[in-house]
């Protein structure tokens, strides 16, 4: 008996060591992704896919880096752009500046397929501006230069054993009804049929509003960028009432950044209150005091004062903000933002910046 005993033992150890070996090569194989590479200029992207073969029901991982030099702007694609076949479940934007300058901005998403079989991850667009001295910001008759990454092709596998049917029948055929009650199950059935449909449509309107009103964190200093850069390309002032708007949409932009940035939260104070709480904030250097001090006052003269600008002034003061903002990017903090409000936060016109 004790002989006996001493060989299930063993036998169930072989096992649990196999269990174990077996278990350690399938966490190897799900650690292995798929990686495309484009690379352009002074800009270099990189999307992985992980795992590579996902079953379904798991979670999948992609990551969008974007790697630039110096001086270069890069506009990162938005928010689950070409990935509406999927479920997002996560995303986390973050960005890394290194001690020589070079930029790192990369997006994860954690998705999830809706089913199993071929699938694919389109090919992923990023845009840089040049910036750098004695560079072509961009191409001519385009705002920007274009990387567009390879596609990634992928299969997720099924929970199903290979060779499984994929009707499912009944083993006994289907029952025949009664003649003198098919009438009233016709009805039921309808009546059914429309109790599922409306519950379709209200799931998929509170998905959809969930969808929207998802919160997402972005750059202090890259939301302030793409407002203002927004604002320099619309914005042609001719008239003294579009000039004043202009100077009301540029203020607007910089005093946010500043609430954003230095925590100086302060919308209701008079440009020389407002300076005086920036003279306290530790944070903020001399010079660039001086830096906020001139463009404020620039732009109460022409918003209070009525006092007329000048192209020339006009382009001094967009230089002034453009620089203050550009000094100031380092350790930006991250701040929550809908996707609904995008649009919003964002001047698109003169004329709806300046009503608000």
Sequence with gaps: MMSGFRDRVQLFLQLLLLSSIASGSRADEQSDGRTVRSESGPVRVQVTLTPAEPIIGDEITL?????????????????????????????????????????????????????????????????????????????EDLDAYEILTERI??????????????????????????????????????????????????????????????????????RARRQLDRLLQQADPATPEQVAEFFVAISRIVRRYLEDRFGLRAPDLTTEEFLALAAGAHNLTREHQELLQDFLRQADLVKFAGVSASTAEIQRSSQLALRFLDETQENAPLVEQQDEDDAAAEPATLQEVSSG
């Design 63 to 139: 990551r969008i880096s974007v790697t630039s030099a110096p001086e270069v702007e890069v506009l990162m694609p938005e928010f689950g752009e070409a990935l509406d076949r999927y479920t997002i479940l996560d995303f986390v934007p973050r960005q890394n500046i290194a001690a020589d300058g070079t930029v790192v901005n990369e997006q994860r998403y954690t998705l999830q397929p809706w089913q199993s079989g071929d699938q694919m991850v389109p090919p992923i667009l990023v845009e840089f501006i040049d910036r750098r001295p004695g560079q072509q910001e961009a191409p």
């Design 153 to 222: 092709d992928f299969t997720v596998q099924s929970v199903l054993p290979a060779g499984t049917a994929a009707e499912l029948r009944p083993p006994h055929g289907a029952l025949a009804l009664q003649a003198e009650s098919d009438a009233g199950w016709s009805a039921l059935q309808w009546v059914l049929l429309s109790l599922l449909a409306a519950a379709v449509i209200a799931a998929v309107i509170v998905f959809w509003r969930r969808m929207r009103r998802r919160v997402i964190r972005i750059n202090a200093w890259q």
